[in-house]
Antibody, heavy 121, light 106 residues
Framework: QVQLQESGPGLVKPAETLSLTCTVSGGSIRSYYWTWIRQPPGKGLEWIGF???????NYNPSLRNRVTMSVDTSDNELSLNLRSVTAADTAVYYCARADQPSYSYYYMDVWGEGTTVTVSS | DIQMTQSPSAMSASVGDRVTITCRAS??????LVWFQQKPGKVPRRLIY???SLQSGVPSRFSGSGSGTEFTLTISNLQPDDFATYYCLQHDSYPHTFGQGTKLEI
């Protein structure tokens, strides 16, 4: 079955770019939609956005000007870039399988284990 | 953005109890509502999708209902393993939004 694993630097300096990768195994990355979610320490969950096959994305307006998602079909990997980070971007970042609009079956049924990112100088 | 409001924010219950958590949407989201369970330091786990469909492998004591703007998650015969934080999420409109969470304590 599909499994996800996030990776990336655990520490990012303020004003720099946070770059994370989510490796997809057990299925083709082109078969599904994908989403990123984050959770600041001690707080709730926030939807960052979704991506399908690189050209089809939708980002949370709260992050829209700073976030970019992409898909590498050759390596079966998703990428998340978040520019100009501040301490408020400190969180656990998760990737998850999503579903096409108006469908629910696969929507966030599989999650990666998450990767903790701290923004600090 | 659609606001998702969960109630209560926290509650205490006992093993064997039946509990209900409510999630209200600020506008009609049809049945595009998901419930998650999260334990401290763990990954959220999908319990219910499409408002009332039980995720494979989730015990049948979990059930979901509702459509439009009001939804409920019911846990019957609470077990020790059920004490956790529960989140709802709507995926009818962008941006998809989570409720603030309900912490269920012993």
């Amino acid at each position: 079955q599909v499994q996800l694993q996030e990776s990336g630097p655990g520490l990012v300096k303020p004003a720099e770019t946070l770059s994370l990768t989510c490796t997809v195994s057990g299925g083709s990355i082109r078969s599904y939609y994908w989403t990123w979610i984050r959770q600041p320490p001690g707080k709730g969950l926030e939807w960052i956005g979704f991506i399908y096959d690189s050209g089809n994305t939708n980002y949370n307006p709260s992050l829209r000007n700073r976030v970019t998602m992409s898909v590498d079909t050759s390596d079966n990997e998703l990428s998340l870039n978040l520019r100009s980070v501040t301490a408020a971007d400190t969180a656990v970042y998760y990737c998850a399988r999503a579903d096409q609009p108006s469908y629910s079956y696969y929507y966030m049924d599989v999650w990666g284990e998450g990767t903790t990112v701290t923004v600090s100088s | 953005d659609i606001q998702m409001t969960q109630s209560p924010s926290a509650m205490s219950a006992s093993v064997g109890d039946r509990v209900t958590i409510t999630c209200r949407a600020s506008q009609d989201i049809k049945n595009f509502l998901v419930w998650f369970q999260q334990k401290p330091g763990k990954v959220p786990r999908r319990l219910i999708y499409a408002s009332s469909s039980l995720q494979s492998g989730v015990p049948s004591r979990f059930s979901g209902s509702g459509s439009g703007t009001e939804f409920t998650l019911t846990i019957s015969n609470l077990q020790p393993d059920d004490f956790a934080t529960y989140y709802c999420l709507q995926h009818d409109s962008y941006p998809h939004t989570f409720g603030q969470g309900t912490k269920l304590e012993i």
